[in-house]
């Protein structure tokens, strides 16, 4: 065999995993299609909860995000009525987000990955996957393993090898996804509800920022020069009222339409899926990147378990463990979904609609244990 565990993809799932068989001695794998320049400038996720931070501290995985992660606790919400901020800090469990760029991550895992002595092959592209022999083919080479994760993303191959019942949604709602290379306006993740569409403010560094903007799906992204961006969210942020938003360059574009696919088993003989291969959800609780990290730890614990002690009891159950947790999130990110978005126009049922979502914003506004609710939700898993 060529290693005991190959793992497809080289995002934040694939790398906690390899790190954490790496720490317990397994000799493992990665392939990545792209360069590792590639993956080490892709800006996506920036909040990790505190769970994620837990699983890299704890597997001596966190240098980097402890020295320059940044504590974040406070949302702020606006709509026509008024703006109120949540310290989510001082509601629910308590937790906190720490704000720490993916790609900073990712270069931080893939640097300890070969410090412990796995290795990676960049610019390999898996053309197919087998959970039933454990073995893959990567540039017309076939490769084999004892067990595969595969953990290539939303597009990725592997999911497509595991027969499973599939339960997708698409919630016909797109966000202009924006980097600007412009220190934070607030010192809150911002949500603005506006007649115009949402529009959201995220802090990433003290010299980017990333933006939401509502659009129409299908939205060509080039439509959206750097004054119609910084105009819109001008507007729909209110920065008349609650202070102006700090321009620059607009230095990333692109659309996220919010979808959500659940599979009803995540696995297939000794082929296992984790991040978003195992699951995909929308970006409005900004959960993604911490399901990785989770689904990662309970399959690295369930491998080594079955590789050093053969013992495959967890591995087994892998997806029995983590489903539950992948539909509450879900569950969770629908619920922010229609927290922040309402049909346009003026038929009785966009009225309904947008009726209900003012009435769900108020009670978040004047309701202690709907306060917590959500603060229970947005930080954990
Ligand atoms: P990926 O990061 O997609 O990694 C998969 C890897 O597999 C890639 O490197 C890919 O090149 C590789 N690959 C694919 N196919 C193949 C193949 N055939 N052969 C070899 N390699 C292959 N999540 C949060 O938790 N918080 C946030 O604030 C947040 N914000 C986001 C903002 C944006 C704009 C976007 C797009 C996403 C955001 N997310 C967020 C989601 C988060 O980025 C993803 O959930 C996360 O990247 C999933 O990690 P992963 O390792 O499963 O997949």
Not at 340 to 361: I, K, N, S, T, W
């Amino acid at each position: 065999i060529d290693a005991d565990v190959v793992i497809v993809g080289a995002g934040p799932a694939g790398l906690v995993l390899g790190n954490l068989l790496r720490a317990a001695g397994i000799d493992c794998l990665i392939l990545e299609r792209r360069s590792r320049e590639h993956v080490e400038n892709r800006a996506r996720a920036g909040f990790l909860a505190a769970n994620s931070v837990r699983v890299l501290t704890e597997n001596g995985l966190a240098d980097g995000l402890l020295t320059n992660g940044v504590r974040h606790d406070t949302c702020a919400f606006r709509d026509d009525r008024a703006e109120f901020e949540l310290k989510y800090s001082e509601l629910g469990n308590g937790e906190v987000h720490t704000v720490y760029p993916q790609q900073f991550l990712v270069t931080d895992l893939i640097a300890e990955f070969l410090a412990r002595g796995g290795e990676i092959r960049f610019g390999t592209e898996v053309s197919s996957v087998s959970g039933m022999d454990a073995t893959v083919i990567a540039d017309d080479l076939l490769l084999r393993a004892k067990y595969i994760a595969g953990c290539d993303g939303r597009r990725g191959i592997s999911l497509r090898s595991v027969p499973a019942r599939v339960f997708r949604r698409d919630h016909d709602i797109s966000w202009l996804a924006i980097l600007a290379e412009a220190p934070p306006s607030m010192s809150a993740i911002g949500y603005a509800i506006h007649e115009r569409g949402f529009a959201g403010h995220m802090a990433r560094t003290s010299t980017v920022t990333r933006y939401y903007l509502e659009v129409p799906p299908g939205e060509d992204p080039e439509n959206w020069g750097d004054d119609r961006i910084w105009d819109e969210l001008h507007v729909r942020m209110r920065a008349d009222r609650y202070g102006e938003l700090k321009r620059g360059a607009i230095i990333e574009r692109r659309i996220v339409d919010m979808a959500s696919r659940v599979m009803d088993t995540i696995q297939r003989g000794n082929l296992f899926l984790a991040g978003d291969a195992a699951s995909l959800i929308s970006p409005a609780a900004a959960k993604g990147a911490n399901l990785a990290l989770m689904e990662a730890e309970i399959l690295a614990h369930a491998l080594i378990e079955a590789l050093t002690e053969t013992d495959t009891t967890a591995l087994e159950r892998y997806s029995a463990d983590c489903l539950p947790r992948i539909w509450r999130a879900q569950e969770f990110s629908l619920w922010m979904i229609n927290l922040l978005h309402g049909p346009a126009g003026y038929d009785d049922e966009a009225v309904f609609q947008r009726a209900l979502r003012d009435a769900r914003l108020e009670s978040l506004r004047v309701s202690r244990a709907h306060q917590d609710f959500f603060a229970e939700n947005y930080v954990g898993v």
